[in-house]
């Protein structure tokens, strides 16, 4: 998630810088809403003749009903079978008889399906995609079957990976009574018990005109991508009215939690800390600006804090770092971790990483290290090449989130006013050992 | 919960040893089906000149609706107000006025309501309570105030207590994903957001006659007993289908969590460590049984393992000792707890704890412990002087939990079966360390 969020702002810069000059960050994006209640953004790119075509929905695994994990993510599997258009697979094998590519993701936030073709094929990937938006086949035959495909899928990656058994439970701690305590894939035994009833309804739910945001990347002219849209979106009547999306949230933390996970199969224990921390989204000014770029100063960079004392200094740690989640929709985290060598301990490197963020709440940062951070931040932006799929990610994921494209437009300049204060000030406010979830990952002795 | 449990089965014995002999345990207690689904239990005890009228309800708080946490513990307010036939606390002043007792409570599993009164006011009771299942009024004058008088309470009864403040986290953390994990109280901030509508909702759907069982338990006559319940209860109609109950569950415990809380107000830390474990209910046969002799020789007497050794022996410990809450519907808890002394530490008392388990895992109980622990079942039983009011609270709790009034009777043969191995098999079966949740409550230094 963060090194995904670090792209959104790279890419930001990569395509502003393209279109204006420093002072004036507005990228030449245009937006539409159809009638139905669909909304189109366009963002040139006219680097190569390609297109990126995106459909994001405002559902994701935080809106799985209770007890029904795994529903959400469920779609990204059903999306590609039939249609009472097409036959199963039909729309998989057109992107991949032009040469495209196609994918789909799913957050707790949101989920996105994507096709990269000629600009050429974009009419009809649009056809494809308002087809699937409205007309999806949940047949037996087809759910079933995906039903232990996905089983499998979590089986690899869950349970034959030490560190994502911890990590679910991680998170669980981290967001008590909220839905983002749920594994995106799902707890096994409700991924085993979904019934094609729930993905029905989930579909009639969410799988509408309203609901969906269609992000059209590439060397296309905006007002030629709206009448393609209106002739193809544009036809979708709402099924059903708007829905408020509704989410739990978590007691206030008071309690420091911490999860020792131990298994035969750990070949390299870790350490991890995370504490609550709000996304861009709900933050107050300036508080995400700063916790971004806190975690660079702590341990976002080759000259952060722990890669200099704790991995080069004190040769403790084979990785340590710092992270902060910022492109939630609601509570994130903010969050440290610490890999030992061969030759220590973790708990060697957990007191190393408490020493230093010790030392932090204590003397706070210099502005000698804000600067550097700030600068880290450009250099790589100046460097980055970014693909156009993850520049159609970054608007979709903010407008999804319910974020505007104006609050990315402006972040280079709110990161710009953080100050040492604005930093100290966070790390004071979030970073409480009291109220955090410490991870401890082990081999499981003889 | 366990002490409830405890008297469970002591009562049980006293009723039946009163109408039997040891060898049969079968007592007379006679059980009705009115034609509206609502059940009738009514167990005769001639003690006294004294009746207790019970209203069970098949719904607790792990019903509450998803982010509605504290709802059916509400009910346990608004049930003493107004009805469409009594104004605002007229029952209450009836029991008032006859020198009766009243009082209701609420659990994960069920709600109830009760009067304890002479049997002349039993027609009365049962008029008043038949007409609080169908004609109570939840205006917004009754409802808002009611809902201050809650957050009071929860405030009174959680934040100005550090241990239930750790403890609700401690629940959480044990029922992941299981709607255990909430307060019964409610959280705090989903108690401010309860919504009339959301009342008027849970009222309509659970405070049915099919959802009912009324437990008359005293100077009675069964049939009489009957025929005043048919005048009453058996004239509602339901004005709702029956309902299932669905309970999301908690995935495969694999993680071993420990929860600390500091407080400037605790001068008592304490430790507790839980394990998952079954209820009677659902546990496979004899389990259960060994889990309560288990919890009695490690911690349930003065001549404990842990009594002896820690309390006594070692002097450690002002109290250490082991429950089991084997009462519940579903997935319940096995733990032991440590109060250090004055002079000792936290930790002192934990690794005492933790060295007897470490032992019982390795050696197992002995049959003289076993045989001391369900002898000192035997004589508590025999000197346990049970009040009426806990007599009809068994019945109605295990009939509401969906047991069998034989479950019980058949109690005390299936514990005197218990073998020394199914103890040493419950312990090595549930006691994993690497499984548990561990809580510290300690004070905050400066």
């Known amino acids: 998630m963060r090194r995904f969020f670090t792209s959104l702002l790279f890419v930001i810069f990569a395509v502003t810088s393209a279109v204006s ?17 669909l909304r189109l953004v366009v963002i040139p790119d006219r680097r190569a ?5 995106m459909a994001w929905y405002k559902v994701g695994s935080a809106d799985d009903p209770q007890g029904r994990s795994g529903l959400a993510h469920f779609f990204e599997h059903l999306m590609f079978k039939e249609t009472n258009t097409y036959k ?12 495209g590519q196609e994918n789909a993701f799913t957050s707790w936030d949101y989920t996105a399906y994507y096709q990269k073709v ?34 499998e899928e979590r089986s690899g990656r869950v349970d034959r990976s030490p560190s994502a058994i911890l990590s679910e439970f991680s998170r669980a701690a981290l967001h008590v009574n909220h839905p983002y305590a749920i594994p995106i894939i799902g707890w096994e035994h409700e991924i085993a018990n979904l019934q094609i009833e729930d993905a029905v309804r989930f579909y009639k739910k969410w799988y509408q005109p309203w609901n969906a945001i269609i992000v ?8 030629e991508t709206l009448e393609l849209a209106k002739a193809t979106y544009g036809k979708l009547a709402a099924t059903q009215e708007p829905v408020e999306r509704k989410w739990t ?21 870790s350490w991890q800390r995370t504490f609550r921390a709000p996304s861009y989204l709900i933050a107050e000014k300036g508080e995400a600006e700063a916790l971004d770029l806190l975690s660079t100063i702590m341990g976002g960079s080759a000259s952060s804090r722990f890669q200099k004392e704790i991995v080069l200094k004190q040769k403790l740690a084979t990785a340590a770092g710092a992270f902060y989640q ?42 000698e290290e804000l600067d550097r951070a700030r600068q880290a931040y450009l250099k790589t932006i100046i460097y980055s090449q970014d693909s ?59």
């Open 88 to 99: 199963n697979g039909e729309f998989s094998a057109s992107v991949s008889a032009i040469g």
């Open 21 to 37: 000059n420093e002072n004036d960050l507005k990228p030449n994006i245009k937006e539409f809403t159809l009638e139905n209640g």
């Open 49 to 53: 003749p390609v297109v990126t075509h």
């Open 326 to 367: 910022g492109s939630s929709r609601d509570m994130s985290s903010f969050g440290f971790y610490g890999v030992p060598r061969a030759d220590t301990k973790l708990e060697d490197v957990s007191k190393a990483i408490e020493e230093q963020v010790d030392l932090l709440l204590k003397d706070g940062v210099t502005q």
């Open 388 to 446: 156009q799929v993850t520049l159609a990610r970054i608007f979709g994921s903010v407008l999804a989130n319910g974020g505007s494209i104006e609050d990315f437009t402006s972040w280079p300049e709110r990161l710009r006013k953080v100050t040492i204060e604005d930093v100290n000030k966070v790390a004071r406010k979030y970073l409480d050992r009291n109220r955090s979830i410490t991870s401890r990952l082990l081999p499981k002795e003889g």
């Open 249 to 269: 949230k978590s007691p206030r933390p008071v309690v420091a939690q911490t999860l020792e996970y131990k298994d035969e199969r750990v070949t390299q224990p």
């Open 118 to 151: 000629a600009p050429s094929a974009l009419a009809d990937m649009m056809k494809f995609e308002a087809d699937r938006m409205q007309n999806l086949v949940v047949s037996e035959e087809l759910f079933l079957p995906e039903r232990d495909v996905i089983l």
């Open 216 to 223: 059209v990347a590439g060397d296309v002219e905006p007002q």
